[in-house]
Nanobody
């Protein structure tokens, strides 16, 4: 079992910044460092979409085109925490942001189906 708890969401003006955190805890033989981690978001009336992902040890990172250059995903395996630094926020970034965890090779990190574990989400609202 893997539990993920997001924090750091809130209300911010367009152009501002927020830093989301995802604290992970595991109850399996695996450690958090063996998981790849992702951030997804879901706006009202829309499907959940990929935002960013990071492989084990932070060896590779991936971003949705619309957030490249503005968002940065990182991880601190000593603290079992993943971060999403969001800069130059736009109104269209408004959504519930979810942290997710998965493992294995050959998994599409940009797909919702690649992640068996999810957090409860944190609301990000960007006012224009």
């Amino acid at each position: 079992q893997v539990q993920l708890v997001e924090s750091g969401g809130g209300l911010v003006q367009a152009g501002g910044s927020l830093r989301l955190s995802c604290a992970a805890s595991v109850r399996t033989f695996r450690s958090v460092s063996t998981f790849f981690m992702g951030w997804f978001r879901q706006a009202p009336g829309k499907e959940r979409e990929f935002v960013a992902a990071i492989r084990r040890s932070g060896s590779d990172t991936y971003y949705q085109d619309s957030v490249k250059g503005r968002f940065t995903i990182s991880r601190d395996d000593d603290k079992d925490t993943v971060f999403l630094q969001m800069n130059r926020l736009k109104a269209e970034d408004t959504a519930v942001y979810y942290c997710a965890a998965g493992w294995g090779a050959g998994v599409a990190l940009v797909s919702v189906t690649g992640y068996p574990y999810w957090g409860q989400g944190t609301q990000v609202t960007v006012s224009s």
